[in-house]
């Protein structure tokens, strides 16, 4: 997978993060209880969402350094 795949996940969690936030603060003025409980569950799901998108841009991006620092330490011992 790209980074810059990688990168457009890791900004639609954001976004649907954000949303999912701004749903519950609308429900929490004046939802039902089980509303407010079910948007929270949304909130926490896309939260796992986001924090998955996120890890794995990380992890690749840390790969790719290796992988750059690699290359480059074996072009400077031949």
Do not use: H
Request: proline fraction near 1%; aromatic fraction near 4%; include cysteine.
């Amino acid at each position: 997978m790209e980074n810059s795949d990688l990168q457009a996940q890791v900004k639609q969690a954001q976004a649907a993060l954000q949303m999912a936030e701004a749903q519950l603060a609308e429900a929490q003025s004046g939802a039902r209880p089980q509303e407010i409980e079910q948007t929270k569950s949304v909130v926490r799901q896309t939260e796992l969402k986001y924090n998955t998108a996120l890890d794995n841009y990380e992890r690749m991006n840390n790969l790719m350094k290796k992988e750059l620092f690699l290359c480059n330490s074996m072009k400077l011992a031949n």
